[in-house]
């Protein structure tokens, strides 16, 4: 039933934003080999990554057995996955630093994506997270008598 909702030109946006993001992780490779500003390597890669949340939270709005029943909780899902992975991405660029020199940037990345986590998450829908466990006889619940 998700493939009548889904529109004929969502494969082609998750697959122009994974040709993008994983070319600029090939680029950024080859930026440090050769000792290229990683600028734009990332520059790419931010696009790609874009690109493929975007489609993600679209795509959960979209899927009828998906919680995100929202455009603000489709919205707060791309934030938040777009938070996770610039906190990430900070993590590399911090660690590849020592070849490329642009410490700072993971900084503002890094700070960035922190920012993102908890606007996200803020923003997420709160029922998709919590258990079931109030109720009786549920699992992880407990005994209902305890």
Same mark, same amino acid.
């Given at each position: ?7 004929? @030109?969502?494969? @082609?946006?998750?697959?122009?934003? +994974? ?6 992780? !090939?680029?950024?490779?080859?930026? +440090?080999?050769?000792?290229?500003? &990683? ?5 790419? #890669? ?6 493929? &949340?975007? @489609? !993600? ?11 995100? /029943? ?8 791309? &934030? ?5 992975? +610039?906190?990430? !991405? ?15 940037? /993971?900084? @503002? ?13 803020? /923003? ?14 549920? !699992?992880?619940?407990?005994?209902? #008598?305890?």
């Amino acid at each position: 039933m998700s493939d009548e909702r889904q529109p004929a @030109w969502s494969p @082609w946006v998750f697959l122009v934003g +994974l040709v993008l993001f994983l070319g600029s992780l !090939a680029a950024f490779v080859a930026d +440090l080999v050769t000792g290229h500003d &990683v600028v734009r390597s990332l520059a790419v #890669n931010a696009v790609g990554v874009a690109i493929l &949340v975007t @489609w !993600a939270a679209a795509d959960t709005l979209r899927d009828p057995d998906s919680a995100v /029943a929202s455009r603000g909780g489709a919205a707060g899902t791309g &934030v938040l996955l777009c938070g996770v992975y +610039l906190v990430l !991405a900070a993590v590399v660029v911090a660690v590849t630093s020592v070849v490329h020199g642009r410490l700072e940037l /993971a900084a @503002w990345v890094g700070g960035f994506g922190v920012v993102l986590v908890v606007l996200g998450f803020l /923003a997420f829908p709160k029922d998709t997270l919590v258990d079931d466990e109030d109720e009786p006889g549920t !699992a992880g619940g407990g005994d209902a #008598n305890t």
